[in-house]
């Protein structure tokens, strides 16, 4: 799997937008970029996925660059219960034998009030 | 529908012995996967398992080891406990395992003195 460089941290003004860059320059053609975030003592929790469209649902939008190689999550209005740390997972979505999702380190963002 | 349910949700162990995890996948779910959290290391993919069969394993030692039944629910076991055991075990279903977002439980809790 590619691999993908996050900023450590970041914060946000409560009801403003978040912007969480991730680079990914090494991606192949058939790897989509994952979103999952985790909140403090709960399990990984998927966002959103896309392969080169930017991609909208009800959590957030993903914004992938045309030459694919960085894309950028956003939530639209950032809420106090988003604080959390968000990684950034480039991999194959063919059939295939094998399922894994390789985490790195992420970006804690915190929503401040 | 209900998501995925491990137990327990929090072990304390000794040194030397032996314990087994459970995970019970999303309804209809044939995949599970293993992750481990540690502070150092962080999340660390262990193995998949689809339809009873084991079909991506991560780099662990042979301590660590699973099985899925037909029923889909899957079990972790580690033999022969150490400190650096401890850890949050995170699984995670999903349909087919490999072109669908993941959904994880909430995770135990291991605590190995």
């Known amino acids: 799997d590619a691999k993908t460089t996050q900023p450590p941290s970041m914060d946000c003004a409560e009801g403003r937008a978040a912007n969480l860059p991730c680079n990914h320059s090494?991606?192949?053609?058939?790897?989509?970029v994952y979103w999952y975030r985790q909140i403090h003592s709960q399990g990984p929790q998927y966002i959103i996925h896309g392969l080169k469209n930017n991609e909208t649902n009800e959590m957030a939008s993903l914004i992938i660059t045309e030459d694919r190689k960085s894309s950028t999550l956003i939530l639209p209005h950032a809420t106090l219960r988003d604080t959390a740390v968000y990684y950034c997972i480039v991999r194959p979505n063919s059939g295939g034998s094998n399922y894994k999702l390789t985490f790195g380190k992420g970006t804690l963002l915190t929503v401040n009030p | 529908k209900a998501g995925v349910t491990q137990t327990p949700r929090y072990l304390i162990k000794t040194r030397g012995q032996q314990v087994t995890l459970s995970c019970s996948p999303i309804?209809?779910?044939?995949?599970v996967s293993w992750y481990q959290q540690t502070p150092g290391q962080g999340l660390q993919f262990l193995f998949e398992?689809?339809?009873?069969?084991?079909?991506n394993k991560g780099n662990f030692p042979g301590r660590f080891s699973g099985r899925q039944f037909s029923n889909s629910r899957s079990e972790m076991n580690v033999s022969t406990l150490e400190l650096g055991d401890s850890a949050l075990y995170l699984c995670a279903s999903s349909q087919r395992g490999d072109t669908t977002e993941a959904f994880f439980g909430q995770g135990t809790r291991l605590t190995v003195v």
């Open positions: 309804s209809g779910h044939r995949s």
């Open positions: 398992y689809f339809s009873e069969t084991q079909r």
């Open positions: 090494t991606i192949s053609g058939n790897e989509y």
